[in-house]
């Protein structure tokens, strides 16, 4: 069965920094496209950044390009997301996100993901 488990959230000051990582288990970790997306209250998930195994590509939205920076162990089989420069407008539940499909490129599109985290919540004080 496969299993992702965010953690690393918290509340944290405006221009502070957290580490989410996303665990995952029930699948070999050869060949994975991950991607970290948010959703805050009355609003749509967002995708934030993704990773793919194939290709060690990486992509990221523009509202967290420069802060956000997206990482493997694969040893580990984790995916983290570092997130600096936090704004209060950051706030919101985070996911990881993973599509198993040979030879996939990551995207951040959510419906291109089948597997989901059950979320971290991440808020950001003024």
């Known amino acids: 069965e496969v299993q992702l488990v965010e953690s690393g959230g918290g509340l944290v000051q405006a221009g502070g920094s957290l580490r989410l990582s996303c665990a995952a288990s029930?699948?070999?970790?050869?060949?994975?496209?991950i991607g970290w997306f948010r959703q805050a209250p009355g609003k749509e998930r967002e995708g934030l950044s993704c990773?793919?195994?194939?290709?060690?590509?990486?992509h990221y939205a523009d509202s967290v390009k420069g802060r956000f920076t997206i990482s493997s162990d694969n040893a580990k089989k984790t995916v983290y997301l570092q997130m600096n420069s936090l704004k209060p407008e950051d706030t919101a539940v985070y996911y990881c996100?993973?599509?198993?499909?040979?030879?996939?490129?990551?995207?951040?599109?959510?419906?291109?993901?089948?597997?989901w985290g059950q979320g971290t919540q991440v808020t950001v004080s003024s």
């Open positions: 990773i793919s195994k194939s290709d060690g590509s990486t």
């Open positions: 029930g699948f070999t970790f050869d060949d994975y496209a």
């Open positions: 996100a993973a599509d198993l499909r040979v030879w996939v490129r990551c995207s951040l599109t959510k419906w291109e993901y089948e597997y």
